[in-house]
């Protein structure tokens, strides 16, 4: 089946510091990547997506590509401030809309 | 409003006693899914919907059902909860095209004793 490895949290950076989240993941085809964010007592929100190979999702400053020969999709952002501390989920989803969710990636921001 | 409501938000219940956590999207979305969040594991894909009375068994289905009569409706039951069912439970929505994105609802905390 599909699966998605995420790097271990927690991440612990000071402010404007430079942010990578590996996500790796195993599919059959093609699958859609997302990157979804949870702030603390809140659902999960996306944050960025890319559907096929060598795209670019970005927003809000983060940026991830779908690379397809290494089968990653790695997070990153130049420059991070405390309002990003929160818990960062890579996700697929494949055949028959069939979702996979990493294990989240905690990320505290201290000023 | 686009969104996605679950009930109750908290639940503390006990062994055994039967229950349902609702789910409802006013998107028109065609796919739902629950999903349970426990430290360490992330989230696991229990059930799904694709449409109307079309679910199908996620990853962790054992001990959950699920109806789908209503496109807007996806309530998740416990027949017979159990405390290893103790978990943060998320429903979402999409529609059915693995381009979008999932819409969750803000979680239901279920404390079984």
């Known amino acids: 089946g599909n699966s998605v490895t995420q790097m271990e949290g927690p991440v612990t950076l000071s402010e404007e510091a430079f942010l990578t989240i590996n996500c790796t993941y195993t599919?059959?085809?093609?699958?859609?990547l997302f990157w979804y964010v949870q702030y603390p007592g809140e659902g999960l929100q996306l944050l960025l997506k890319?559907?096929?190979?060598?795209d670019k999702g970005s927003n809000k400053g983060f940026e991830a590509t779908y690379r397809k020969e290494t089968t990653s999709f790695h997070l990153e952002k130049g420059s991070v401030q405390v309002s990003d501390s929160a818990v960062y989920f890579c996700a697929l989803i494949g055949g028959y809309q069939k979702v996979t969710f990493g294990t989240g990636t905690k990320l505290q921001v201290i000023p | 409003e686009a969104q996605v409501t679950q009930n109750p938000r908290y639940l503390i219940t006990v062994t055994g006693k039967k229950l349902t956590v609702t789910c409802s999207q006013n998107m028109n979305h065609e796919y739902m899914s629950w999903y349970r969040q426990d430290p360490g594991l992330g989230l696991r894909q229990i059930y799904y919907s694709m449409n109307v009375e079309v679910t199908d068994k996620g990853d962790v289905p054992e001990g959950y059902k699920v109806s789908r009569k209503e496109k807007r409706n996806f309530p998740l039951i416990l027949e017979s909860p159990s405390p290893n069912q103790t978990s943060l439970y998320f429903c979402?929505?999409?529609?059915?095209?693995?381009?979008?994105?999932?819409?969750f609802g803000p979680g239901t905390r279920l404390t079984v004793l």
């Open positions: 599919a059959t085809g093609y699958p859609s």
């Open positions: 890319a559907t096929k190979a060598d």
């Open positions: 979402a929505s999409s529609f059915y095209n693995r381009d979008n994105e999932q819409f």
